[in-house]
C-alpha cells in the first residue's frame, strides 16, 4: 500500500472536503422550501476564495448550485443528504444508547459539532494535514461541552485498529461509524483493511454507514456523463478516484469482515425519501449510493 502514488492531500488539507463544506453551507442558503440540509457551521471551513464568493449571497449560492448540478448530476443531491442519512443513523443509535460515534475521513463534517451536548464521544479520523487545518476552528465553535477525540490517521498506510484503541475507543462498547466521501479514493486493499480494523473494534451492536461511487465510474464506462467529468477532475486535482461497487460487490466486501448489510440508496433513492415531492429541482444521476451495516 506504501506504493500507492503519492495524493494532494498527503500534503496539505483536502480541496474536496472544503468543496464539500461549501456545498453543504451553500445549500443551507437555499429558500427552506427547497433546502436540502441545514448545515450553518460548514461555511467556517471554507477558505478558498472562489468558493468564499459563492456563499456571499443566496442568490449567487443557488446559482452556482445549479450549474454544478448540470455540470455533475447527482453529486450535489448525494452530498447534502448523506448527511441526512447519517444524522438519522446517529440519532437511532444514541436513541439506543449507543455513545461512540466515529467518524472515518471526517473532513470538514460538522456532525461533533450538531452533536454538541449529546452524551456521546465523537472519534474524528483523518488525514493529519485535513486534522491540522480542522481542529482549530471545530474547537472555537464548540461552546458546550463536548466529547471530541482527534485520530490523525492516514487509511492508505496506518493501522486504524492501533489509532483508535491508543486514542481510547472502547471495543467492548457498541459505536456508530459514518464512512463518508471516502472510499472511492481508497484502493480495495486500503478499504479491506480498514474494515478488517473495523471488525477488531466495532463490538457486536455496532452499525455502519458507508458511501460509495457505483461500479463503472472509475473505468469510465459509466453511462453518467457527469460522472466521467468528476473524475477527469479529481484526477487532475490530485485526489482520483480508486475504487467502485456493484450493491452486491460491496456486500460481499462488508460480509467479508463480519458486517450485515443492509440497505443501500442511490441519489434516486434518497432524493425519494428526502425530497419526495422534487422542490430541490436536483438532478437524480445515480452514480453514487450510501449504505448501511450492521455488526
Known sequence: MSAAPRRRLDRTASLTAQANAAQRA?????????????????????????????????????????????????????IALRVRYADDACRAAISDGIDQIVLLGAGFDTTCLRLAGAPVTVFEVDAPATQARKRPTTERLLTVSNRTVWVPCDFERDALRERL?????????????????????????????????????????????V????????????????????????????????????????????CEHGFTPGEHLTVAGLLNRYDPK??????????????????
Do not use: Q
Not at 462498547?173 to 464512512?179: F, M, T
Open 165 to 209: 484503541l491508543d486514542a481510547g475507543l472502547d471495543p467492548t462498547k457498541p459505536s456508530l461509524v459514518s464512512w463518508l466521501g471516502v472510499t472511492p479514493y481508497l484502493t480495495r486493499g486500503a478499504m479491506a483493511a480498514t474494515l478488517s480494523d473495523l471488525a477488531d473494534v466495532c463490538a457486536p451492536g455496532s452499525r455502519l454507514v
Open 211 to 254: 458511501d460509495y461511487i457505483r461500479a463503472g465510474v472509475v473505468d469510465g464506462s459509466t453511462p453518467w456523463r457527469g460522472a466521467r467529468r468528476m473524475t477527469r477532475l479529481v484526477a487532475r486535482r490530485g485526489e482520483p478516484y480508486r475504487s467502485d461497487f456493484t450493491e452486491s460487490g460491496l456486500n460481499a466486501l462488508l
Open 278 to 295: 422534487g422542490d430541490s429541482g436536483l438532478a437524480a444521476d445515480d452514480w453514487l449510493a450510501i449504505a448501511s451495516a450492521r455488526r
Open 26 to 78: 451553500a445549500e443551507t442558503l437555499r429558500p427552506p422550501n427547497r433546502r436540502l440540509v441545514h448545515d450553518p457551521h460548514s461555511s467556517n471551513f471554507v477558505e478558498h476564495p472562489a468558493l468564499r464568493a459563492m456563499l456571499a449571497h443566496p442568490r449567487t449560492a443557488d446559482a452556482v448550485l445549479r450549474v454544478f448540478d448540470w455540470l455533475w448530476g447527482g453529486l450535489h443531491a448525494h
